[in-house]
Structure formats: structure tokens, C-alpha cells
């Protein structure tokens, strides 16, 4: 089943059992999907990354409007941000801790044989490749850093 059914079915559930917050989410993804299914170049079924990449991007944004609520006192914001980003997140593979990145990260800077800073963009690349959907880019980046530096 693709994902734009499964939102669609959760949508109707959330509907029926009044569910403002999830209902809220599950939009935002329903809205960000047809988005990506309608931009240039794009066919009408979207890869199982491009999903991803759109969870990832609606979290992302999430984060950081929590962020700015949360320095301007605006719990109210903060806490419909947070609700949502709970939503997305479950659509998404499970995260790895960020021992397995470390572990992973040593792994493949032995593989590919990096030595400083200066590998970074090889190692940077296989990284977000394989790892995409597990593990967040910033936490990525952060490791191969203090890993290489």
C-alpha cells in the first residue's frame, strides 16, 4: 500500500475519532506528498525516497518553528509543532541511536579509507545514501567531524 493510501485511510480514522492534532499531521503530509507528486520533472507515483524526503523536510521545518516558539514563550505554537512532528515521525523507519551512526561512520571511514577533513565530502555522500530515513543529516555531519577531525 502506498503511502499516500495509508494517509488518506488514517485521515478518515483521525476524522472519525476527532483526533485534532493527528488529523493536523496527517494533512500536512497528505499536502507536502501531492506537492512533491506535482512538481516539475516528478511522475505520478513517487519513489519510496522521495517520501522520505518529504517526512524529513515537514520534520525538519517542525523543529525548527519549535525552536523559534519555544524561545518566544509561545507554548501554545511550541506544543502544535511538537504534536505534529510526533505524527510525522511515525511514518518514518525507525531513527538509530546515535551510537550506531558512530559505529556505522567508523565502519565506513575504514572502508573508504579517509584519513581528515578533507574526505569529508566522500564520506558525507555514502552516509546520507545509506543511511537516509535512519539517521538525521545534522547528526551525521556532527559525527564524521569529531570522527575525522
Do not use: C, H, W
Not at 28 to 55: F, H, M, N, P, W
Not at 78 to 105: C, D, H, N, S
Amino acid at each position: 500500500m502506498s503511502l499516500i493510501t495509508q494517509i488518506d485511510q488514517d485521515i478518515k480514522q483521525a476524522m472519525l475519532a476527532k483526533q485534532e492534532a493527528r488529523l493536523r499531521g496527517l494533512r500536512a503530509i497528505k499536502s507536502a506528498l501531492l506537492l512533491a507528486r506535482t512538481e516539475k520533472g516528478a511522475s505520478e507515483d513517487i519513489s519510496q525516497e522521495t517520501e522520505i524526503k518529504v517526512l524529513q523536510r515537514l520534520i525538519k521545518q517542525r523543529k525548527e518553528s519549535a525552536d523559534i516558539y519555544k524561545t518566544q514563550n509561545r507554548e501554545d505554537l511550541y506544543k502544535i509543532e511538537v504534536e505534529e512532528m510526533e505524527v510525522i515521525e511515525g511514518f518514518l523507519p525507525k531513527q538509530m541511536e546515535r551510537a550506531e551512526v558512530e559505529a556505522y561512520l567508523k565502519d565506513l571511514i575504514g572502508r573508504v579509507g579517509a584519513t581528515s577533513v578533507k574526505d569529508m565530502g566522500k564520506i558525507m555522500g555514502a552516509a546520507n545514501k545509506e543511511l537516509a530515513g535512519k539517521a538525521d543529516g545534522k547528526t551525521i555531519s556532527e559525527l564524521v567531524k569529531q570522527l575525522l577531525g
